[in-house]
Nanobody, 118 residues
Framework: QVQLVESGGGLVQPGGSLRLSCAAS????????MGWYRQAPGKERELVAT???????KYADSVQGRFTISKDNAKNTVHLQMNSLKPEDTAVYFC????????????WGQGTQVTVSS
């Protein structure tokens, strides 16, 4: 079993920055893709950014140029640096992992709240 644990959410003013982190833990696993989704009140969960084992990144158009996803392979950790935050970035951010153990499965973190408000 693999667990994803997020950290780094909080309250920030518009134009500010936050850094989210997500660490994967467990036994005998290989990470294929990790990333972040978010869900705002009354809206569907949407992709924010993902990064593959080959360091191929993908971003939502709404965050392109403001957010940067990166990973630390040694620590099985993915980071999301969020700059120039806007009120519309307010949401619960969920860490996502497509991870191989004996099978390929999708894993989710518990979510971390990001609030952008003055």
């Amino acid at each position: 079993q693999v667990q994803l644990v997020e950290s780094g959410g909080g309250l920030v003013q518009p134009g500010g920055s936050l850094r989210l982190s997500c660490a994967a833990s467990g036994r005998d696993f290989t990470i294929s893709i990790m990333g972040w989704y978010r869900q705002a009140p009354g809206k569907e969960r949407e992709l924010v950014a993902t990064i593959t084992s080959a360091d191929i990144t993908k971003y939502a158009d709404s965050v392109q140029g403001r957010f940067t996803i990166s990973k630390d392979n040694a620590k099985n950790t993915v980071h999301l640096q969020m700059n120039s935050l806007k009120p519309e970035d307010t949401a619960v951010y969920f860490c996502y992992g497509y991870i191989i153990t004996t099978v390929r499965n999708t894993y989710w973190g518990q979510g971390t709240q990001v609030t952008v408000s003055s």
